[in-house]
């Protein structure tokens, strides 16, 4: 079982990490909307401006003890949500430079430890 200052730690640091990236996504949502399937209905800016709200809120509640667990429900929830985006990105990459391909490639199963550390989150709050 982990410490209270360490979990404190892990909930900051990942609810940081995704109020960060909620804002980059409404600041700067173009390289964004690349990654949303075709298969979704409606603009992928709509998707992008909606996933960047999505986190700064899941960011939000991990960033305070009080809503901490529900946070961490949430943002595994919303790392889940957004693997199809990466796959995406892999894909449509498959034909780019070796070092994009790469990029792509290697954030695939670098959502499965930020799922994990959402649910520890989650468990430990």
Same mark, same amino acid.
């Given at each position: 079982? /982990? /410490?209270?200052?360490?979990?404190?730690?892990?909930?900051?640091? !990942?609810? %940081?990490?995704?109020?960060?990236?909620?804002?980059?996504?409404?600041?700067?949502? $173009?390289?964004?909307? =690349?990654?949303?399937?075709?298969?979704?209905?409606?603009?992928?800016?709509?998707?992008?401006?909606?996933? =960047?709200? $999505?986190?700064?809120?899941?960011?939000?509640?991990?960033?305070?003890?009080?809503?901490?667990?529900?946070? %961490?429900?949430?943002?595994?929830?919303?790392?889940? %949500?957004?693997?199809?985006?990466?796959?995406?990105?892999?894909?449509?990459?498959?034909?780019? /430079?070796?070092?994009?391909?790469?990029?792509?490639?290697?954030?695939?199963?670098?959502? !499965?430890?930020?799922? %994990?550390?959402?649910?520890?989150? $989650?468990?430990?709050?």
């Amino acid at each position: 079982m /982990s /410490s209270a200052p360490a979990a404190a730690r892990r909930a900051l640091l !990942l609810g %940081g990490a995704l109020t960060g990236m909620g804002l980059l996504h409404l600041v700067r949502p $173009a390289p964004f909307d =690349g990654l949303i399937p075709r298969a979704l209905p409606g603009p992928a800016r709509a998707w992008t401006l909606g996933s =960047g709200v $999505a986190e700064l809120g899941v960011g939000a509640l991990l960033l305070h003890p009080r809503t901490r667990r529900g946070g %961490g429900w949430a943002a595994a929830a919303l790392f889940a %949500g957004v693997w199809p985006g990466n796959v995406t990105m892999a894909w449509r990459a498959r034909r780019a /430079s070796p070092a994009r391909r790469t990029v792509a490639i290697v954030r695939l199963p670098l959502q !499965l430890p930020l799922i %994990g550390a959402a649910l520890r989150v $989650a468990r430990e709050a």
